[in-house]
């Protein structure tokens, strides 16, 4: 338990200690395919450091739900973070919360994001939320569709379960997994407002979605905003990798396999990064209203996923 | 004895009226001999209630058994409080010039002497004697429809007059026949036309005189029952008179009307050895009333009428359970008898003065009545849900027994009275609301309107919703076995 | 023997009231219409009697007698004086294509016949086949209800029904009880009386006895 | 003498309750006495019936005959587990509304109110012996005493014609609704129908039907308890008439009579009937995810707040039919594990938005006392003038858009739970049908957030759009004290879900003769078992409160709390302006184009020369065109034709005299 306890919170410490630089390895990638100088690894801690440093700039009449809702959505990323297991599989937080919870989780986070962003008045503020969740009622039917693919195998929600069904036991093939991955990538995408969804790096306010909401933040409000996206981003991509390749994570109580799963962990990320980057830079944004497309295809191929584990794999 | 009293005293209040009625006074003679008369007919019911059925007279001229005592204390009850209700409607009336002490004259001593017909035409046992009340009943409310004179009136007096002399002259036609049946087998002579001989040796009676007597009976009696397409007169009438009369009209002369018509249905079944031709036209009868007078609500303007429409609609509903037979059908008409007559009576006092306030019977014109007087306001929209059968008033009590009893014993009429149910309801509804509600620009009453009755009648239709007396559920009960349950 | 006489005369009694009421069907004329309707009276009247004699039935004369004097005597005396103060007098009555009427009127017989065929089998009185008659004179009357369009030529059609009437229960069933028959008479006593008074009414609001103007009570 | 049983005081609370409708009616002048002395004695009979209601979950069933009725059936009642739960949620949310009312009602007169209060108390009465009658008619007269009472409190304010038009649509329907159900009685009766005994639910519970009219008997149901629960379409009333209403009886009607409305289906398909088959299930199944996404998507395009918590309803509606369904294929499937889940989740879906609804509902009230204003185009800001109103909206919001830790997570997560475990059904089809139908559930779900963001963000953040607003007052004490209660409510149905499904162990026993195993602890909620998923909002409520805090004085303590004020950014624009912000119309827009093909839009849009430019956007329903007005265009031209009959000439009318007596002696002698 003990053990549990202090993988718990190494795990989520790691969590917190990548994201910047999972966020840090996109942008150089992106940066090199673009034929541009890239940006030290290390960007984003030092753009944290900074906004740490300022003083914080609050609108004349925002309210607490504004100065609070940073910490909250920090804190929902963080949790979601020390769920999903990346280096070991006994996690005590776990049981607290199954795929589905981490999805409520993301949802909440992202609804004090909007409302926050409602919270000044401004015009863009009102534009980004109302696209953020639109965006977010296509996005998530589709996440759950992936889910339950993913939960057919091993009969169970609990990420624990199903990384355990996948990879501690008799290797097999699932090509409805295949189908759900390609989902689960174009759904990852809109969540974490990415190309094509979402541009990250526009300065086009009119274009905006993630960022529209957050123009009125500064300093260390914005900081925790940023590094919470970074750790979403980073949860997700755990996610993906605890659901379509586990292999590598260390089993329940085995803490000689922690060395190679961190391994393991770094050698996915840093290809998972750099097919985001390359993808990002090969696709352009598409216009909003196509998104609903794009998602209702992510949603068919979890579908389509489901119905091959029916026709083939029961 | 009682009997007596029963019979004379309206026939002394009516002669009486024919010299006082257009005195001060009048309307309190007016009630003063109607409470007489419940009385009379409250000792009635006490002595049925204490000793069972009885025939009353020389050689049985009268006979009073359930089926009819309470029909009897009803009638008597509801003159009683239409009475009261007349007392400031016809001062009202008056003030207004509508009426002059000739009419008024007029109006009190038919009024008593139209109560008489109906009692004696429900006491008597003689078919022919029946016959003749019945008649008796049109003559003296015609010139009750025209009292206002207006050729409105006239014309749906003349109407009333002509439909029903007609439909009455065929009932006669169907006595003979069956005064020709009995004949066969009692023998001439005044047995030959009394109900309890004929009752005695219905089983003996010859059918095929039988079914043709019924046809003209039916037809006859069902003109003034009000059955589609008998019914033309009914709207006219009741729109056109004064609305006392309106009330006494819905509440009491459809019921001995289809009293009558039930006697006869008793011969009949006893003669066809339960053959349920008499049923069968019945209910065929009672599902057209439901349906047209349903659709034809919607099409109404004029308030009266509406609620004229809405008594042929529920004399269909009656006449359909009676036609199922059965006992829980035959039970369930009898209490809708008794409910949809209070009711309805209640619903006409509101509504006269209602339009009394307005000076119209146009509904777009009635508004707001729970502005001014709240309590006319509550009567009407409270005594219009009761009549659209909305528990827990008494009137759903009846249509609960008679809708399931329908459903398992003919599925197929009930698509009908639903949808005749639902349109009623809307219809109705829709036309009352706006009437009870809003904005209002109406004067408030000359007088206190009487409202006393109104509450009176929606009381006990909702007692009758919740609970019903055990020896009124005996009474309905011996009643429905009588008529074939 | 006699009887088979007296039947014949009935017969031809119950043949002249049918007579009479197709002759009231087509006639235009309403002073033409009130005297066949006091015709038709004193042939009820006269069967009546002869009934009442030859079957011994007391009370029937009485019934004879109330009929003749209701319906020869005073109905006719009431309406031709009512004619005369409403100067109704010359008024011809439009009647529609008497042709058609008239052939209604011989399918309905034929029908009436059709139907008391079977009952008037199993009378016990001498006078049965009577019956069918009587059923035709109510049919009849009741069509001439249905053509005309102003209101005495209507009500004398309904008084003639009555008289259909009397001829079924007189001739039919050798009476009704007396009772009964007087208050039959008085009914028709306080209708006629009645109709009087809404006469005048009617005269007074629309200026005429047309009914085309009492059709305003309807459904828009 | 036998010893008095909780029905006996069930019974005793609703003849009380009767009581003080009678007394308001009596205290016509004094609205102080009413308000001060009438409603609070009423809060304290529905405290009493929510503790009734907790006893009788555990005990075994009661019933008693009262002396009135019809005679041969005189009125029936019973108390046993599922009335028991219903009688919680009674007794809860209208003791929470209850409060609510006395401060809401402040500046009404006196008589009036009496008449109100009158209505209220019987609405209470009403519903309360809808959950404990037992026999066919003392339902019949309970519901409808239920339908009416709703119906003159909706039209308190009849003044106003949409009200009054609010107002006849809800009691027409009501009524259809009724006319159906009785109609499914009069199938359902006990062996001998010809006994009126035969229509008390013991004859029926022990009557078997055969199949054809037992599905007769439950399409019946579904369409009259449907109309009541607003299943569309015939939902149309419930958007008209909720807003109409004052705001206390709006929470109740949307928070506790809908649910009367589930009561009946469970108690009729469940109890009444028995062995409901499979595709049952599959029509209440689909009729309700038509429903929930139905509703939530015209929640979205709404510009009234009432009028969107309304359609909000009918979405939650749909949520409970479509569990309601599913534990119908489940307990038809024979899997009495799963159809124990699914009827839990819909337990305590409904428990939940009797809570949330009622909350959010008294809250618009308290908004429309503060500024007079329905409309959220005319609204906003409010957060800054009425803050208690605004922080517990926010739970409330959540809680309804499904967010954990609150309860309306809960249910949504069990409901989910069961989606994912259909595989297994002996019906192929069904096997992977449903898990679309989840998605479904999800979609809906989603949207709901959506929803609540433009709800409580338009209401209650950004600028006020009109300057009075500045003037907006917070409510008083007793309104928000009785949404202090609702909320926590709410925060503890959503903390304590393993407690919660052990108290509905008995209901969902009751009905489907197996419970629910739980494998979780006191701490964690674990349908089935824990391999397959677990949920412990209170692990999940205490790191996220704990990082929330530790990262916040984190912060200050390391750098620094320095805060400056300025204007708004806005990129740099120098005039900011309410008009700026999103309207309600402006932020259903997405939604209007995604889901045009549900409704109708009308809009007038300006064109760029208008001198005052006027925008107005309405989305209609079209079911009102496709259903409501042919029906009434028939109905219209078949009066029509009747009344052709009545056209005045007297000869006609004997001509039908004629014809008929021809007619009928044809008929007779042929």
């Known amino acids: 338990m003990t053990t549990g306890i202090a993988l718990q919170i190494g795990q989520t410490l790691l969590a917190l200690v990548l994201a910047p630089m999972l966020m840090g390895w996109v942008n150089v990638c992106r940066a090199w395919l673009q034929g541009r100088v890239a940006p030290p690894l290390l960007q984003p801690y030092y753009n944290l450091r900074k906004l740490f440093h300022k003083d914080a700039v609050l609108a004349h009449d925002a309210t607490r739900l504004f100065r609070f809702a940073p910490y909250i959505i920090f804190a929902c990323m963080v949790l979601a973070a020390g769920i999903v297991p990346t280096l070991a599989n006994d996690l005590p937080f776990s049981p607290a919360a199954d795929v589905i919870a981490l999805v409520g989780l993301f949802a909440l986070a992202r609804v004090f994001q909007a409302l926050a962003a409602l919270d000044i008045g401004t015009a863009f503020g009102s534009l980004g939320a109302r696209r953020e969740m639109l965006i977010a009622f296509l996005a998530e039917p589709a996440l759950l569709m992936v889910f339950f693919t993913a939960s057919l195998i091993s009969q169970s929600t609990e990420l624990p379960h199903i990384v355990d069904r996948l990879a501690h036991q008799e290797f097999a093939l699932y090509p409805s997994l295949a189908f759900a991955a390609v989902a689960f990538w174009m759904v990852s995408t809109a969540e974490n407002a990415r190309i094509p969804v979402d541009n990250p790096t526009t300065h086009l306010e009119l274009t905006m979605i993630h960022e529209a909401m957050v123009l009125e933040y500064s300093a260390r409000h914005l900081a925790m905003i940023e590094w919470a996206v970074a750790l979403k981003l980073f949860t997700y991509s755990t996610l993906g990798i605890a659901l379509f390749l586990p292999w590598g994570i260390a089993p329940a109580g085995d803490l000689n396999a922690l060395p190679l799963a961190l391994l393991a962990l770094a050698l996915k990320l840093a290809i998972g990064g750099a097919a985001l980057a390359l993808l990002e830079t090969v696709n352009a944004k598409m216009r909003l209203f196509r998104a609903p497309e794009f998602l209702g295809t992510a949603f068919l191929l979890a579908v389509l996923g489901m119905l091959t584990h029916f026709l083939l794999e029961v | 004895m009682e009997m007596y009293w029963l019979l004379g005293l309206p026939l002394a209040g009516g002669i009486t009226l024919a010299f006082w009625g257009h005195r001060a006074h009048a309307p309190e003679i007016n009630a003063a001999f109607s409470l007489a008369t419940l009385i009379a007919a409250g000792w009635l019911t006490a002595h049925i209630v204490a000793e069972g059925p009885v025939l009353i007279g020389g050689d049985g001229w009268f006979y009073i058994d359930a089926f009819n005592v309470f029909l009897v204390a009803l009638t008597a009850f509801v003159a009683f409080t239409t009475a009261l209700f007349s007392r400031p409607y016809m001062r009202i009336e008056q003030a207004h010039g509508r009426v002059n002490a000739a009419r008024l004259r007029l109006y009190h001593a038919s009024y008593q002497l139209f109560i008489g017909t109906m009692l004696l035409a429900l006491t008597t046992n003689n078919m022919g004697i029946l016959w003749v009340a019945m008649e008796a009943a049109t003559l003296t409310t015609v010139l009750l429809v025209s009292l206002y004179r207006t050729p409105a009136a006239l014309e749906a007096a003349w109407k009333y007059f002509i439909l029903c002399g007609v439909g009455i002259a065929l009932a006669l036609f169907g006595t003979i026949l069956l005064y020709f049946a009995a004949e066969q087998v009692l023998g001439a002579g005044g047995g030959a036309l009394s109900w309890t001989h004929l009752n005695a040796v219905k089983t003996r009676l010859e059918p095929v005189v039988l079914q043709l007597a019924f046809v003209f009976l039916l037809v006859g009696y069902g003109t003034k029952v009000g059955l589609v397409p008998l019914h033309s007169w009914l709207p006219d009438a009741h729109g056109e008179g004064p609305t006392p009369i309106s009330a006494v009209l819905s509440g009491l002369l459809l019921n001995v009307a289809l009293y009558a018509v039930m006697r006869s249905k008793v011969l009949v079944d006893g003669a066809l050895g339960g053959a349920s031709l008499a049923g069968a036209l019945m209910m065929g009868f009672g599902l057209l009333s439901v349906l047209v007078a349903a659709l034809l609500i919607r099409r109404q303007t004029d308030v009266k009428r509406m609620f004229a429409y809405s008594s042929i609609e529920h004399m269909g509903l009656i006449t359909f359970a009676f036609g199922m037979g059965g006992m829980v059908a035959s039970f369930a008409a009898l209490l809708h008898m008794t409910v949809h007559s209070l009711t309805k009576s209640a619903i006409f006092y509101a509504v006269g003065h209602a339009t009394q306030k307005a000076g119209t019977q146009v509904m777009e014109d009635i508004r707001g009545l729970i502005k001014t007087n709240p309590t006319i306001g509550w009567g009407l929209i409270l005594g219009t849900i009761a009549i659209l059968g909305v528990p827990p008033f008494g009137v759903f009590a009846s249509e609960f027994l008679i809708i399931t009893t329908t459903m398992h014993q003919h599925p197929w009429a009930t698509p009908v009275l639903l949808t005749a149910l639902g349109v009623a309801f809307a219809a109705m509804f829709g036309r009352v609301q706006p009437m009870v509600f809003g904005e209002t620009t109406l004067p408030r009453l000359p007088h206190q309107p009487a409202l006393l009755p109104v509450f009176v009648h929606l009381a006990l239709v909702l007692m009758l919703g919740l609970f019903i007396p055990g020896y009124l559920a005996h009474w309905y009960r011996q009643a429905a076995c009588l008529l074939g349950g | 023997m006699s009887l088979t006489y007296h039947l014949q005369v009935v017969n031809l009694l119950a043949a002249l009231l049918l007579l009479i009421a197709f002759a009231m069907l087509s006639q235009r004329r309403i002073v033409g219409l009130i005297t066949l309707f006091a015709w038709q009276g004193a042939a009820l009247a006269t069967s009546t009697a002869i009934v009442a004699w030859s079957t011994g039935q007391h009370h029937l004369y009485y019934s004879a007698a109330l009929t003749l004097g209701l319906k020869v005597v005073l109905v006719p005396w009431y309406f031709f004086r009512l004619i005369r103060q409403l100067d109704v007098d010359r008024e011809v009555e439009p009647m529609i294509n008497i042709p058609t009427t008239m052939l209604i009127g011989i399918i309905l017989v034929i029908f009436a016949f059709n139907l008391a065929l079977p009952i008037s089998q199993m009378a016990g009185t001498v006078t049965r086949s009577t019956l069918g008659i009587a059923l035709a004179s109510v049919l009849l009357a009741f069509l001439m209800m249905i053509t005309r369009s102003k209101a005495i030529p209507q009500v004398i059609g309904f008084l003639a029904m009555e008289n259909g009437l009397f001829f079924a229960a007189t001739s039919a069933t050798y009476g009704m009880p007396l009772v009964v028959e007087l208050g039959v008479a008085l009914d028709v006593l306080v209708a006629v009386f009645v109709l009087g008074i809404f006469f005048f009414h009617i005269r007074e609001t629309f200026d005429s006895m047309d009914l085309k103007h009492m059709e305003r009570l309807r459904e828009k | ?670």
């Open chain 4, 1 to 670: 003498m036998p010893e008095t049983t909780l029905l006996d005081w069930a019974w005793a609370v609703v003849l009380y309750w009767l009581g003080l409708a009678a007394a308001s009616l009596a205290l016509q002048t004094q609205a102080g006495l009413t308000r001060w002395v009438v409603f609070p004695l009423g809060i304290l009979g529905a405290a009493a019936m929510a503790v009734l209601g907790a006893l009788a979950l555990a005990s075994p069933p009661t019933q008693f005959i009262l002396p009135i009725g019809l005679p041969e059936l005189p009125f029936h009642l019973r108390l046993d587990a599922l009335s028991g739960f219903f009688l919680i949620l009674l007794g809860v949310a209208s003791s929470g509304v209850g409060i609510y009312a006395i401060g809401y009602f402040r500046h009404m007169a006196a008589g009036p109110l009496a008449v109100l209060s009158l209505w209220y108390h019987l609405f209470l009465a009403g519903m309360a012996l809808v959950l404990l009658a037992d026999d066919a008619y003392a339902f019949m007269v309970a519901w409808e005493l239920m339908a009416l009472a709703s119906y003159f409190l909706v039209t308190t304010d009849h003044k106003i014609p949409d009200i009054r038009r609010a107002g006849f649509l809800y009691l027409l329907i009501a009524h259809v609704g009724a006319v159906a159900l009785l109609l499914a009685f009069g199938v359902l009766h006990g062996s001998d129908p010809a006994r009126m005994a035969a229509y008390s639910f013991d004859a029926m519970r022990e009557n078997t039907l055969n199949p054809a009219w037992a599905s007769v008997t439950f399409l019946l149901a579904l369409f009259g308890f449907g109309a009541k629960a607003g299943l569309v379409p015939l939902h149309v009333w419930l958007p008209e008439a909720h807003p109409a209403a004052p705001s206390p009886v709006s929470a109740l009607m949307s928070g506790v009579m809908l649910k009367t409305a589930i009561y009946g289906l469970l108690r009729v398909s469940l109890d009444l009937i028995g062995a409901p088959p499979a595709w049952w299930g599959t029509v209440a199944l689909s009729l309700g995810l038509v429903t929930a996404l139905y509703g939530v998507i015209f929640a979205a395009v709404q510009s009234d707040m009432k009028r969107l918590l309304a359609w909000s309803s009918i979405e939650n509606i749909g949520f409970i039919i479509a569990a309601f369904g599913l534990t119908l294929i489940f307990h038809a499937d024979g899997k009495g594990a799963l159809a124990a889940l699914t009827l839990t989740a819909l337990l305590y879906h409904a428990l939940n938005h009797a809570l949330f609804k009622s909350l959010l509902f008294v809250g618009t009230g308290s908004v429309l006392h503060a500024t007079g204003e329905r409309r959220m185009g005319r609204l906003g800001g409010l957060i800054r003038f009425m803050p208690w109103t605004a922080w517990l909206m926010l739970l409330g919001a959540l809680a309804i858009a499904g967010l954990p830790p609150l309860n309306g997570f809960v249910s949504e997560w069990l409901l989910l739970q069961a989606f994912l475990l259909t595989p297994g059904l002996t019906q192929p089809y069904l096997n992977m049908a449903i898990p679309v139908a989840a998605a479904v559930v999800v979609l809906a779900a989603a949207l709901a957030a959506y929803v609540m963001v433009k709800f409580y963000g338009v209401i209650f953040l950004g600028q006020p759009r009109d300057p009075e607003l500045n003037e907006a007052h917070e409510a008083g004490w007793p309104e928000r004290l009785s949404m202090l209660g609702l909320a926590a409510g709410c925060v503890v149905l959503g903390l304590v879900p393993s407690q919660m499904i052990g108290w509905l162990n008995p209901v969902v026993e009751a009905l489907l003769q197996q419970t629910l195993p739980n494998d979780g602890n006191w701490l964690m909620v674990a349908p089935l078992s824990a391999q397959r998923a677990s949920y412990a909002p209170l692990v999940f409520l205490a790191v996220v409160s704990a990082i929330t805090l530790l990262v916040f004085f984190g912060v200050k303590y390391v750098y620094h709390g320095r805060v400056r004020r300025a204007a708004p950014w806005d990129c740099g624009y120098p005039e900011l302006d309410a008009r700026m912000q999103d309207s309600a119309e402006g932020f259903g827009q997405p939604i209007r184009l995604i889901f045009s093909a549900f409704m109708r839009v009308e809009r007038i849009t300006p064109d760029p020369f208008d001198r005052q430019p006027q925008y107005r956007g309405d989305s209609r329903d079209k079911v009102w065109l496709w259903l409501y007005q042919p029906i009434a265009a028939a109905a219209a031209w078949l009066s029509a034709q009747a009344s052709r009959l009545q056209h005045g000439r007297i000869q006609w009318y004997l001509i039908y005299s004629f014809a008929t007596l021809i007619f009928l002696l044809v008929f007779v002698t042929r």
